[in-house]
């Protein structure tokens, strides 16, 4: 079961990273400016192969990508890891340490000019991850030794540690909530009550590209039932936004659904301005709902 979850995180993590703009505002948004003033991110292009050993296949997939340094023809290669262990190993920079060897020495091998590797490695599990760098396992040995043995940065990013409001702030809807599924896909009532909000905010800025049953995948803890109502939801929003601007009239059915649209959306925090806009209902209507469901 684990690792069809793991396969399932990782082709979704490859398909989303596969499209151009999804990568761009996903290196905006992690990379720090040390890094991001150096790079032209608008010539970023995404790399169909991968440095993985076989011996690395259960531990990591990677995405590659490479961009120019900012006035210069040189560029760097951005690869960003997966982790797909539920169990961290401490040893992560010796394998990281084989993975760099490895996409060097293909570098090599296709006699063209080397290209600096960063190593990015993406967490989103439950368990806490210090990462240590190689001379750390080494710290009872003198100085003049440590000289000798391998030290490199690795870019490392535990979702889990990162903030829901700063994840709202990427203008990118669909990267957000794939961001924020990854980050709750273990905790079923926290992902509950972000997702309405999701879907919602989605329609509403007209993100074509958000793909709600990819999304619901990824949520392998969320019992059946409240994936049912997501999807139940997500239809209606996706329904309305057909029908805008058209009927008038509203079957009971629908108009039961309209109502129960308007309370969780309230709920998860959003405004009434912007219900009224994605139902197509008046903002007085919409007070109406919620003063009779005692909400305001």
Avoid: C
């Amino acid at each position: 079961m684990a690792k069809d979850i793991n396969n399932i995180h990782d082709k979704f993590f490859k398909e989303l990273m596969a499209d151009r703009q999804n990568a761009i505002d996903f290196m905006q948004f992690f990379l720090p400016d040390s890094i991001l003033k150096h790079i032209d991110i608008q010539s970023l292009e995404h790399q169909k192969n991968s440095f993985i050993a076989p011996d690395l296949k259960e531990v990591f997939s990677d995405a590659i990508f490479s961009i120019k340094l900012l006035n210069s023809e040189e560029a760097l290669l951005i690869s960003i890891l997966l982790e797909h262990k539920s169990i961290k190993d401490e040893h992560t920079p010796f394998q990281i340490l084989s993975y760099l060897g490895q996409g060097y020495q293909s570098q090599i091998k296709q006699k063209k000019p080397l290209k600096i590797i960063l190593p990015f490695i993406f967490y989103h599990g439950k368990a806490n991850w210090e990462l240590k760098k190689i001379p750390d396992f080494f710290s009872n040995y003198p100085n003049e030794l440590i000289s000798y043995i391998p030290l490199f940065d690795i870019f490392f990013v535990d979702l889990k540690k990162l903030e829901d409001t700063e994840i709202f702030k990427i203008m990118n809807t669909f990267l957000s909530a794939a961001l924020i599924v990854q980050k709750y896909s273990g905790s079923p009532k926290e992902l509950e009550k972000q997702f309405i909000r999701i879907v919602t905010l989605s329609y509403f800025f007209n993100n074509s590209k958000f793909n709600i049953t990819e999304l619901v995948e990824l949520m392998e803890h969320i019992p059946q039932n409240i994936k049912k109502e997501i999807m139940n939801t997500y239809d209606f929003i996706e329904q309305k936004g057909i029908e805008k601007g058209f009927e008038k009239g509203i079957e009971k059915g629908i108009e039961k659904k309209e109502m129960e649209l308007v309370i969780n959306a309230f709920k998860n925090g959003i405004s009434i301005q912007i219900i009224s806009n994605i139902t197509n209902l008046s903002i007085e209507k919409v007070h109406s709902i919620l003063l009779n469901a005692g909400l305001k």
